[in-house]
């Protein structure tokens, strides 16, 4: 048999003529004309050397051949029915399936965390592998299929990937709670005198922008850490006297042990959007999580809504 004849509108075809056993019944059922059913049938006919079905004194009667093939035509057919439906529908305390999703360490605690735990109770099948990103690869990994979801500055997100805004977030001063300077306000020539933690994610950087800042008001901090993670910073600062400008998300609903200040000099803050390649754009269940993700992240309970890719 040579299967390269075959399509997915024959099969349907012989389902429908083996079900009904009526070439005026099956056409109605499939919503085509009963000569496209009948040149149908004479093509199957052709592609499986088999008459399929013989005229009777009612409707058409099954060949052996016909017979064998119903069950695994209708389990095939099915199958292809239930993978285009849960394209379109997605029921979340059902679903069974694995997302990876990719972001800095900062993100998996702020957003991921809250993600994992709402996931349990919502859809307790879905499994999450959270992976650090690689900002410079990551649309090279999602057109692989190696990454479903990303969380990263939009300013380095592919032109070629989808993207969907979800905060813009900004830095807080964090000093322990009794700390001998720190004591609810500083300025900025007490910020500079005091020693500080930064976070350089490729490692031994001592310098940030804040350090420019500074410069333009004369001024020149003690930077005595760099540390790798931001991750890292909270407990370091609250088990000394150091003191750190970390993202607000960071610390919020953990500051126990913390002053949480606002920074002593304008610094700029930055925006996190959500990406994902366009192979993924329409799929029901990815769909369901992206709207999952951006109501965990959105500021005071308000997700953001798609937009195409920029």
Do not use: C
Not at 142 to 154: F, I, K, N, S, T
Not at 191 to 202: D, I
Not at 221 to 240: C, E, I, T, W
């Amino acid at each position: 048999m040579d299967t390269s004849r075959l399509d997915l509108n024959l099969l349907v075809t012989l389902e429908a003529l083996l079900t009904e056993r009526n070439v005026t019944r099956a056409a109605a059922r499939l919503h085509l004309s009963q000569p496209a059913v009948s040149a149908q049938l004479s093509r199957l006919r052709d592609v499986f050397e088999d008459p399929l079905l013989l005229p009777a004194q009612r409707g058409m009667t099954p060949t052996a051949k016909a017979l064998a093939l119903l069950d695994p035509l209708r389990q095939a057919l099915d199958q292809v029915r239930g993978v285009a439906a849960s394209h379109l529908h997605f029921d979340p305390s059902t679903a069974d399936l694995t997302v990876t999703i990719a972001a800095s360490d900062y993100l998996q605690m702020a957003v991921l965390q809250p993600l994992a735990l709402r996931l349990r109770r919502e859809a307790p099948g879905v499994r999450v592998a959270i992976r650090h990103i690689d900002p410079n690869h990551i649309a090279e990994q999602m057109a692989r299929g190696d990454v479903d979801l990303g969380l990263m500055q939009p300013v380095e997100a592919a032109g070629s990937l989808r993207l969907r805004p979800l905060f813009h977030e900004r830095y807080v001063l964090i000093a322990r709670r009794g700390h001998p300077v720190v004591q609810g306000k500083l300025t900025a020539k007490a910020f500079a005198r005091l020693e500080q933690v930064v976070v350089s994610p490729a490692g031994g950087g001592f310098s940030t922008p804040v350090d420019h800042a500074l410069a333009g008001l004369g001024l020149k901090r003690q930077v005595v850490l760099s540390a790798a993670s931001f991750l890292f910073v909270p407990d370091l600062v609250g088990r000394s006297d150091l003191v750190a400008l970390v993202p607000e998300r960071l610390v919020k609903g953990r500051a126990a042990g913390l002053q949480v200040l606002s920074p002593p000099l304008p610094i700029d803050g930055f925006d996190i959007a959500m990406v994902w390649h366009e192979r993924n754009h329409g799929h029901a269940a990815q769909r369901w999580l992206r709207d999952q993700l951006a109501a965990v992240a959105a500021p005071r309970g308000r997700p953001s809504t798609e937009k195409g890719a920029p």
